[in-house]
């Protein structure tokens, strides 16, 4: 299967404020929120990234679209390093690149309608004129389950559920028949009963359009339920990548355990190692020498405290960075 996107040793650092005799020694501080992180996505894979908050994993998805600048690395889009692109060719090939934003209640304009929402990127991409705009609008609110579709597009937002204003949001990203979508933290804001539809959604969208996604989220079992492949964010890394439930059943890093212990429902295995983890997510600006779990695991060594340790293969497709692995 060939591969719609690769990303290859990925920063993305932001610049923190310092004070006047730091300015003045010529200091500078950063928080590395993605450290050099590395991955493909096949075309028609939904690729998992999941981690606790703060891990990075929203700003690598920021990154991958440019909607966050990175500091470097490369992100190969079918062939095209996405940061290599002038403005104009960054624009055209966004119509193939959407997101679906985490915050359905911030992510669409509280003056402008349903319908006009969905419209208005087709619009912009020349994609269709307004009437077309409109038609492909309506039958989008439909595919989505908000009908009588024509009274949906002349609402607002403050109408709406949050549910219903994830619909719309994965209406408008799916209108322009992207290739590849990131979907950040796509039901995280919704209540449980409604999960289940939205993520059997992305699946038929996902079909039909042969559509590449990178799924950010924070709850290992729906990672589980959508994801064919995984990656584990600690801290601005990858310490964990392999096929999903292959990852969640039989998890090899400490990190990825602890993670799995706290989410005991997803498996019914009830005999697995338990990992807790010591006391609290370092800063980003100042991690740990070595492995940036080594403060909090249980297993750590002195080689875990001055060396950091890369992400390897340990069986086919499953990569772990653990020294102990």
């Not at 038609?135 to 989505?144: Q, S, T, W, Y």
């Not at 609290?280 to 909090?296: H, Q, T």
């Amino acid at each position: 299967m060939p591969e719609m996107l690769e990303v290859r040793n990925l920063k993305t650092y932001f610049p923190v404020r310092v004070g006047i005799l730091d300015s003045l020694r010529g200091k500078k501080y950063f928080v590395k929120a993605v450290d050099g992180i590395s991955f493909s996505i096949d075309r028609g894979e939904i690729f998992g990234l999941i981690g606790e908050s703060g891990c990075g994993k929203t700003t690598a998805g920021r990154s991958v679209l440019r909607l966050v600048e990175p500091t470097g690395g490369e992100v190969i889009f079918d062939g095209v390093d996405v940061l290599k692109l002038g403005k104009e060719e960054l624009r055209r090939i966004r119509r193939r690149m959407q997101i679906i934003f985490q915050d359905p209640y911030a992510s669409l304009s509280p003056r402008m309608k349903i319908g006009e929402a969905i419209a208005h990127p087709l619009i912009i991409h020349g994609i269709a004129d307004r009437r077309e705009a409109r038609e492909i609008a309506l039958r989008m609110l439909k595919r989505v389950g908000l009908t009588p579709e024509e009274e949906y597009y002349d609402r607002y937002p403050n109408q709406l559920s949050g549910g219903q204003r994830q619909r719309v949001a994965i209406a408008r990203a799916m209108a322009l028949k992207p290739d590849f979508v990131v979907a950040d933290e796509a039901v995280s804001m919704i209540d449980v009963s409604m999960r289940a539809s939205i993520l059997e959604l992305l699946e038929e969208f996902r079909r039909d359009y042969r559509l590449s996604m990178l799924f950010i989220t924070h709850d290992i079992a729906v990672a589980r339920l959508i994801a064919d492949r995984t990656a584990v964010m600690y801290l601005g890394k990858i310490v964990e990548l392999g096929k999903t439930r292959r990852l969640i059943d039989n998890p090899i890093h400490p990190y990825t355990k602890a993670l799995v212990n706290a989410a005991p429902s997803i498996t019914r295995r009830e005999r697995r190692e338990k990992v807790k983890l010591r006391g609290e997510v370092p800063n980003a600006v100042n991690p740990p020498k070595g492995c940036r779990l080594s403060n909090r695991c249980p297993f750590a060594t002195d080689i875990c405290r001055t060396k950091e340790p890369e992400l390897r293969e340990v069986e086919s497709g499953h990569f772990v960075a653990c020294h102990l692995a």
